[in-house]
């Protein structure tokens, strides 16, 4: 039976990303509708959209409520999301209710669209710095390691230009920092998350909330951090004292986890130099200036690393 399955405007934007995403687009409305019949799956609902991901509402054979996940297939950073959900079993996180690895097909527990923009951003610190311990646990060994990413970056990052929009006091801090995390066995051993920020964690039945969307390493638990700083940063910008704002999350998290500040503040200024030298990189890639949305993103990488060490 063919399915109509619709790819949201919001993800079919990416096909300007390359040919490799214009081939998954044309493939995933027939991998779509293939899974929803092996599975006996019904849609029940509007698609939904993560950057790399379509989410299909949809109901079981027995009539229950789930979500079928499908991802791009050269997206790297979820290879593993299966089985780290596995991992988990639904502690403190979305459940799996079945995988399909080979067409990055997901069928999970159906959750609520509510996520933590909604909450206080203090509160929501609070929230999240609880599910560290129960999502770090021992890693599983096809999990790549946050190092050896990170090292790649660092090398990528050893290349920037002088006299850039990056400080070069801060490359040279960021190349440091991350070169000793890298070489230290503490930075690997536990399930991170990676991407964990107010927008990967949902309202559900079961928990009050429950994160979902992993990008799967073997690493440290005071590396996720980083990404609670810089989202909703529009509300930090309207405080009128940003570099406040951004200390308080991020004691908040630490305090609340029972993180090393140090070690949590090392990853932070390592991660967000790092965020600000891909879109450099990206500029570079096309042979174009940077634009006025990412030098605004270097700005705000800069920030947050010149924040954490004030």
């Known amino acids: 039976m063919r399915h109509d399955v619709t790819i949201p405007p919001g993800l079919a934007a990416q096909a300007q990303l390359g040919p490799d995403w214009v ?18 799956l019904t849609l029940d609902g509007a698609a939904m959209h993560g950057f790399a991901s379509l989410v299909l509402p949809v109901r079981t054979e027995t009539d229950i409520p789930a979500a079928l996940k499908l991802t791009f ?62 999502i770090h646990v021992a890693a599983l060994p096809q999990l790549r390691t946050v190092t050896s990413y990170v090292d790649e970056w660092l090398t990528a990052l050893a290349t920037v230009s002088p006299g850039g929009p990056l400080p070069r006091r801060m490359v040279k801090q ?15 051993g536990r399930i991170t998350h990676g991407d964990l920020h107010y927008e990967n964690v949902l309202a559900a039945d079961r928990e009050p909330w429950l994160v979902i969307d992993p990008k799967p390493m073997s690493g440290d638990p005071h590396y996720e951090c980083a990404p609670m700083l810089w989202n909703r940063w ?29 070690r949590a503040r090392d990853w932070v200024v390592v991660r967000s130099i790092i965020n600000a ?34």
Request: charged share 35%; net charge negative; with cysteine.
């Open 23 to 40: 081939d998954w687009f044309d493939r995933l409305p027939t991998i779509a509708s293939d899974v929803l019949d092996e599975w006996q």
């Open 73 to 134: 297939d050269e997206d790297d950073e979820s290879l593993h999301e299966g089985l780290a959900l596995q991992r988990w079993a639904g502690r403190g996180t979305v459940k799996l209710l079945r995988a399909d690895p080979n067409r990055r097909a997901l069928l999970l527990e159906r959750l609520h669209t509510q996520d933590l923009n909604g909450v206080d951003d203090l509160e929501a610190c609070e929230i999240v710095a609880r599910f560290y311990p129960r």
């Open 174 to 188: 960021a190349l440091s920092l991350g070169r000793d995390l890298v070489e230290d066995p503490d930075s690997t």
């Open 234 to 262: 529009g509300e930090l910008v309207a405080s009128g004292d940003i570099r406040c704002g951004l200390r308080r999350r991020f004691q908040t998290l630490i305090d609340a986890a029972g993180l090393d500040e140090d």
């Open 277 to 310: 030298h891909w879109s450099i990189e990206e500029a570079e890639r096309a042979r174009r200036d940077l634009d006025a949305d990412e030098h605004a993103w270097i700005t705000l990488c800069v920030t947050t690393a010149k924040a954490v060490q004030d």
